[in-house]
């Protein structure tokens, strides 16, 4: 599986974003999958995470009621809604996939893409 983020950019504190991550594999629509993010100096964060069917979802607590996390299988492609940004967004995000273990373990996830930058201006 191959994962491409795109998305990210800069905006300003209380501005929305929305991500997308799209995949090539025709068994993406049986993973999970996930976003992470990693802000400089920092470890990589659990951000959220949806079942392959999408029927399931998870968040960070930070995030949660702001971001919201979707799947378009027919399209290969999850996307996380970002709104209410704060200056503590800012991060890279990845977005990366999973057959099974913890949700929020990023060893648990074998595919990653490069990462697109969010940048929240305060």
């Known amino acids: 599986v191959q994962l491409v983020e795109s998305g990210g950019g800069l905006v300003q504190a209380g501005g929305s974003l929305r991500l997308s991550c799209a995949a090539s594999?025709?068994?993406?629509?049986?993973?999970?999958t996930g976003w992470f993010r990693q802000a400089p100096g920092k470890e990589r964060e659990f951000v959220a995470a949806i079942s392959w069917s999408g029927g399931n979802t998870w968040y960070l607590d930070s995030v949660k009621g702001r971001f919201t996390i979707s799947r378009d299988n027919a399209k290969n492609t999850v996307y996380l809604q970002m709104n209410s940004l704060k200056a503590e967004d800012t991060a890279v995000y990845y977005c990366?996939?999973?057959?099974?273990?913890?949700?929020?373990?990023?060893?648990?996830?074998?595919?990653w893409g490069q990462g697109t930058q969010v940048t929240v201006s305060s």
């Open positions: 594999g025709r068994t993406f629509s049986t993973y999970r």
């Open positions: 990366a996939v999973s057959v099974a273990g913890p949700i929020g373990s990023a060893a648990q996830y074998g595919y």
